[in-house]
């Protein structure tokens, strides 16, 4: 298989990877099982790895890593809103 195909397929896989939970706790409207220190420690190493795209000019890692802090940081986002903890 071409290295950039492994690439490409890698990159989407993992940025998908999180999609499914992201719905759930759309639909739910519940982020009891969600780890806050989980998402900001993949948050800030996807953000690393857009980076390291940048620097080594490297579109597949760039854009998969770019989707994947996007849901990230939506999955972060209904963690404020639906944390029934902090209210």
């Known amino acids: 298989m071409n290295e950039n ?4 397929v890698a990159g989407i896989l993992t940025s998908v990877s999180m999609i ?3 719905v759930k706790v759309i639909r739910e409207k519940n982020v ?22 940048f620097k080594k000019d490297e579109l597949p890692i760039i854009l998969s890593n770019s989707f994947a802090v996007l849901v990230n940081i939506s999955l972060l986002v209904c963690y404020i809103l639906y944390n029934k903890k902090r209210k």
Do not use: R
Request: aromatic share 10%; no cysteine; glycine share 10%.
């Open 5 to 8: 195909v492994l690439g490409i």
């Open 20 to 22: 499914p939970q992201l």
């Open 32 to 53: 009891e099982d969600i780890s806050l220190l989980m998402l900001l420690v993949l948050i800030s190493g996807l953000s690393l790895w857009v980076w390291y795209g």
